[in-house]
Antibody, heavy 124, light 106 residues
Framework: EVQLVESGGGLVQPGRSLRLSCAASGFTFDDYAMHWVRQAPGKGLEWVSGISWNSGSIGYADSVKGRFTISRDNAKNSLYLQMNSLRAEDTALYYC?????????????????WGQGTLVTVSS | AIRMTQSPSSFSASTGDRVTITCRASQGISSYLAWYQQKPGKAPKLLIYAASTLQSGVPSRFSGSGSGTDFTLTISCLQSEDFATYYCQQYYSPYTFGQGTKLEIK
């Protein structure tokens, strides 16, 4: 059974940093691209970032480009999101999501499995 | 960025009804469209990808159609567990979601 478990969320002041983690199990992690998708309270879904199976291809939404960094450690079956210079508008539930494409580049992907999310609140 | 517009934003229906949700892309996306169901406090669940391919394990009362800019999600016979919010997502360039359609019990 595929499981994605996010952690690292919390309350942080504007301008500060936070690192999210996603622990994956139930599939061969290093065969698939992975993504972060967020959902502000009571709002819709927004893709944040994606990374290919071998970290060779990475993409970001314009809203986070230059502030967030996605990475993965295939030896640890883990995905990360380093979030710097956080803003109030970054407040959201952050989901880790699996790309269904085998050896995918992270492009042309929908999301076949999602974690339960970790909440990030940016407020002074 | 490609904008996805769903309609309606919300509506009420009864169990047994046939319902259709529409999603329109601001430019052509071929068949690079997925549909998700989200219940309160839960993560989204993939229903359909490639505009019309049913994800494994999803009941056959769900179906999708369309290509280019106009897409539909149809639920042929609403069940109580289908009352939720539905999102479309384009994955042509790069990824954007519709604003959601909340389906409520009449």
């Amino acid at each position: 059974e595929v499981q994605l478990v996010e952690s690292g969320g919390g309350l942080v002041q504007p301008g500060r940093s936070l690192r999210l983690s996603c622990a994956a199990s139930g599939f061969t992690f290093d065969d698939y691209a992975m993504h972060w998708v967020r959902q502000a309270p009571g709002k819709g879904l927004e893709w944040v970032s994606g990374i290919s199976w071998n970290s060779g291809s990475i993409g970001y939404a314009d809203s986070v480009k230059g502030r967030f960094t996605i990475s993965r450690d295939n030896a640890k079956n883990s995905l990360y999101l380093q979030m710097n210079s956080l803003r109030a508008e970054d407040t959201a539930l952050y989901y880790c999501a699996k790309d269904p494409n085998y050896y995918g580049s992270g492009s042309y992907a929908y999301f076949d499995y999602w974690g339960q999310g970790t909440l990030v609140t940016v407020s002074s | 960025a490609i904008r996805m517009t769903q309609s309606p934003s919300s509506f009420s229906a009864s169990t047994g009804d046939r319902v259709t949700i529409t999603c329109r892309a601001s430019q052509g996306i071929s068949s690079y469209l997925a549909w998700y169901q989200q219940k309160p406090g839960k993560a989204p669940k993939l229903l359909i990808y490639a505009a019309s391919t049913l994800q494994s394990g999803v009941p056959s009362r769900f179906s999708g159609s369309g290509s280019g800019t106009d897409f539909t999600l149809t639920i042929s016979c609403l069940q109580s567990e289908d009352f939720a919010t539905y999102y479309c997502q384009q994955y042509y360039s790069p990824y954007t979601f519709g604003q959601g359609t909340k389906l409520e019990i009449k």
